[in-house]
Every structure is written in structure tokens, then in C-alpha cells.
């Protein structure tokens, strides 16, 4: 990752798909790099639950029931809701309506075209039967992107192609709106490799069961470092052994503090004569260190029931009033009327309806809605 | 068209997409079908214009503009707003959103088997172009289809397949939900053949520019039938004629009341010795007739500024209710928690603009914007 805490007075969006708790690769791969910014930029993170059903839609309880446990995870490693927008996509519906006119701006080849979804189709195993939603899945991001106005994409290289198609469709609508009501997003790679997971066989996946979550207790940190993928010819202590695609020494190189120790630690492997079990005590201890306030924090914040809930509300209000606003924009370009730009004020009472509730609006909303039952039920 | 007057307590879906004005192939189509039912049964009818954007985005303010004019034209074919909910499908918003949740249980391979949508690229010379949006749209369609609970479409042939995945996506919505929230629609098959243009080279159609329009006036509806396709070899009056493919007696066919007169005018040119023009003027007396109070009633309902608008808010009213009812359901199905189901009624104050600023909820509503526009300038 490029470096995230010089960045000032920009626009970020990230995000997660909330399918299962963020681990190591996450930690490493964005997670850290959204605590840097958040004090000085306008951070927005998506708990994108309408994407993680585009690949998910038979599991989609699950889906939802992550959502809790992936905000607990934000919490874990850092990131402070008051400073940050963490919104849930479904809550959002202007994402909706965006992602159905930008639709119009994309062809199917294009989308068919972009290197990330074909790999993804290919390890999905989807085969002829690709849902829809899963093909549209980068217009429904750059609905994301644009809605929030983010100049900064944190991501890896794969997302490129997906900037990429943002900017394309953002350039459309503005030349259809005759000025530029959406920004050109800039993608901000990260260059911390993907971590692989503790078998080596492939990059960290829960799915794949080769992941250490942010969420897991000691033990199983600890089982998961013992079982980690070495060196397999690396079979005496006294032989010498393998560095590169040994998973412990990715791990340290991602996670020790101390550069210069790793690098002796790895001079003395590769000579012959320092055991496996010396490395994952090292790493243990190390990761133990990690985890443990972020496990903390994260117990501290599962004990009060209602956090996560006021916390998306929250990022709900903020959020649903921003992308409201762009998509007045988006349909005045389209030549569409009124609805949202009138009553983008109006249609935030309904993020008010507690405080409403609360005060002497109280009776009026209650006669009100009374009225509008009546009517239908007539 | 099956005979639409005998139906009882149906919902019933129709619509059109606001390319152009409507033409005597609408009339014949499925607009006149459309008066019928509308004492007994819950009909609605969509101004489809974001489906009329998937093939038309490159002239979207045409598609904004149509709009008006086919309201026009549904009240100059005897449509009463009263009694029918006439309303633009990009004011309602549910709709988009069902349209991505369904999007994750239809593939895209089912959707380019879809012999209609297979038909409509290849005419519309998309080649390799196809948008997103168009290829999507038969899902946007069932949306649209089962957000209002439609049991009956009155539809064309060509619409079977679209009821059907409309069905498809029912099912698995209901298999999700573990009870029937979405009802399986039916077709109700118009057997109506479709009208051939004025130049017999086609259906009747604005943009290839061979239609008498509903608000044409007795000028071109005049000029048009004259031009209008006979038998090109049909040169002297004494001279044997076609009636087949002859389009001035498809034209009677559809619409002279009187189908005995026309049996005989059809043996008569057989035997020869009926001219063209008799039957031209014949029809233009059968036209002029039919389309004279039509006008009429579009005229006085032009002159009225604001009724259009008022008959759009009328429709959207009732209509955003329904549709975000049917939202809230699939959205539980989806694993999807609370908002349009807890909020339907808040986000109907939406709806409630005007009542509220008149009646005594006007300061405290003042209030809570205020409040709330605070919040994000802070």
C-alpha cells in the first residue's frame, strides 16, 4: 500500500464483502492501511452485502449474519467508527438506482472483457451458469465509488480493471449532465503481497480453512502457526532449508517488527541448523501480541449488544444523504425529474425517525401515517 | 386479446416504453384492452422509462419527454386515471432494488436464450454492444411485474418468455422465503395480430416512420391512409386484388365495426372492380371516427398544465407503497434486515411532502432538516 497516512482531505471508499471474518490477509492486505487515513480524509467503508450476494445468493442468512461479525472485525483492528462511515450497501438505496442507469453506459462484452471477472468466473466454477448480478457486479461498484465521490480507492492491482470501468462510466454521465457531477476515481495500489495461507497452497481464505482470523482466541492461533507450511525437505534441523514460499518467513516478513532479525533468522535457515519450532515460537509470540488488544477490543465491543446496529445506523444517515445527492445528480443527467433531488431532505426523515419520534413532530407523523394507511386501505 | 371485460379482482400489469407517441398498433395491441378491466380489477400501468433507457440511453431527455405525451395518450384511449394507477417506473425505487436482488438468481446464459431478447439485439444492430441494462432488462421486468403482485399481464406472444423467467424468479424467491410472498403472474395472450405500418414493410412502428399516431391530426391521419399500402398489382379498378398483406383491409379488419361490409368489400376486390380509393376513403371515415373524441379528450387534458404531473404523483403515491411492501418481504427472504419494512410507512412521508408542510408536522419537520443538513456541513 502505498502510503496512506500523508493523504489529506481526500475522499476514500473501501470496503469488504461480508462473507465470512476478516483475517491476516485482510490485516495485511487493507485493514491496516485504513487506520492511517481516517483522521484526516472523508473514510467511508462498505460492508458491501448486495455484492457479497452476487456470488452468495444461496447463502444469503449467512451473508447477513456476517455483517455484524466483519463490523466487529473493523473495530478490532482499529478503526473508529466515530471518525469513519461504516455503512451496510443494502442500506443504501440510491446504490440500486444508480447501479441500474449506469447499466445503460456498459456494454456486455466490456464487462465480460475485464481480466478480474473472468478469473473470478473461472475459480467460482460458475461454468455457463454466471448469475447476472455477478456480471454487473463492477457497475454496481462504480455506483459505489461515484456515489460517495471518492477520489481514493485503496485496493490491490486486481482492482484496477474496476477503477478503470468507473472512471469510463463517470466520464459518460458527465458529458450526458454537461459538466462533472461524478469524480474520476484514482486507485491507490497496495503493494503488500497477498498473503498466502497457512497451508501455502494458496492465498488466505476462510472458505479455503487456511485462515487465522482476527477473531480467533490464542489456541488456535497458536495450532494454526504449529501446522503452518515450512520447508518440506527441511527435514533435520542441521538441513539447510528453503525461505521463499516457506509460510512462516511470509509471515514474518509481513508481521515481525524487527526487519534485521528476520533477515539473520533466514540467513541461519538457509545454512542449515535452525529448527522449524525456534521460527513458530517466534511467530506465535508474535502474532499472539497482535491479536490480543484487537481481540480485546473487539470482545469490549461484541458485550454491548447494540453497537453494531447504532454504529450502521449511523454510517446509514451519513451516508444515505451523500448518495442521495449523487443520484440527483446522476438522474438529472439521464433527463430524469425531481424525486430524489426534491426530496433528498425529506426522504432523510426517514433516517430522523427516532428523533422524530422523540419530539413534537411525534403526533403529526403518526396522523400522517395514519392518513396515507387509510388511503390504501380504502 | 382473451376477452379482459369478464375479469374480477385481478391485479393486472401492463405498460409501454416512452419512445414515441402510441399508434393505432398500441390501440389495437393492448390499449383497448386496457379500459375494460379497469372497473373490476386493481390495474396499473407502468410508463416504463427505465426500461425504455436500456436501449435508449444515448437520448435519454427524448425518453423523459415521452413520458408526458403517453399519458396523454393513455387518457385519450379512455384510460381513466381515477380508476387505473398510472405511474413512471424511475419514481419508484423498490424497483431497482428487487432488480439487483434478483439479478443473483438469474444467469446470464438464461437471459441470452431468451428468444425475444435474442430477436431484440439483432434488430436493434447492438452487434457487439449489447448493454448491460438491455440484456438485464427482462429481470427489471420482473421486478416491475411482481413488486405490484400482478397476477395477469395482458401481453403479446413475444412476452411468454419473460412471464415465464418472471415465474422462475418467483419461485426461487418463495422457495428463499419459505413461503409464497411473490405471485406467479400469468399471461393473458393478446390474439391480436400485430398492426402493419402504413407501408406494409413492417409493424407499425414511430421511428420507421410508417404510423398514424393517436394524436395525429385528421390532416395526417388522412394523408397517411392515403399512402397507405395496397396491392401493388392492383393497377385498374377492373383489375382482380390482393386483399392479403393489403394493408388498408388489415386495417378494417382491426377496426371497422362493421365485419359483414367488409367480407363483401374483400370479395368485391377479389372479383375486381372496387377501386382502392373507396376503401381508403372508407377507412379514413372509420379512422377519423375513432380517433376524433380520442383527441379530443388528449386536447383537454393538454390544456390542463399540471394534471399530467398530478396524475404521476397520484400513481407514485400508491405505487411506492405496493412496490416497497413487495420489497420488504423479498428483502427478508434475502436475509436482509428491517429498513423499507420497518420504514415503509416513514418513507411514505416522503410521499407526504405537501400534507406535511400544510398541517402542524410543517415546523417540526423544518426542524429535523435543519438539524440534519447541521450534521453534515459540520
Redesign the interface.
Known sequence: MQDLSTLEDKTILTGDRPTGPLHLGHLAGTLQARVAPQDKNDVTILVA??QA??DN?GR??????NVREVVLDYIAAGIDPDRVTIVRQ??L?AL??L???Y???????R?MRIPTIREEIAQRG?G?????????YP??QAADITAFGADIVPAGADQAPLVEITGEIAGKVNR?AGRNVLVTPTLMQSNAPRLPGIDGAGKMSKSAGNAIALRDNPEEIRAAVMRMFTDPGHLKVSDPGKVEGNVVFTMLDAFDPDATAVEDLKHQYRAGGLGDMVLKRRLDGILQELLAPMRARREEAASDAGLVGHILEEG???AH??TMETLGDV?R?????G?PG??A?????????E??EA???H???V???S???T??SA
Request: with cysteine; glycine share 8%; proline share 4%.
Open positions: 452485502d448486495m450476494l452476487t445468493a444469503a442468512a449467512d451473508v447477513a449474519a443494502s442500506d438505496p440500486s438506482e447501479t441500474m442507469l447499466m445503460n453506459l456498459v456494454t456486455v462484452p464487462l460458475f455457463d451458469g454466471t448469475p447476472a448480478g455477478f456480471l454487473c457497475v454496481s450526458m446509514r444517515k451519513r444523504m451523500t438522474r443527467a439521464f433527463g430524469l425529474e424525486r426534491r426530496s431532505a425529506l426522504t432523510e426523515l426517514v433516517s430522523l425517525g428523533d422524530c419530539g413534537k413532530v403526533e403529526g407523523l396522523g400522517a401515517i392518513a396515507s394507511h388511503r390504501f
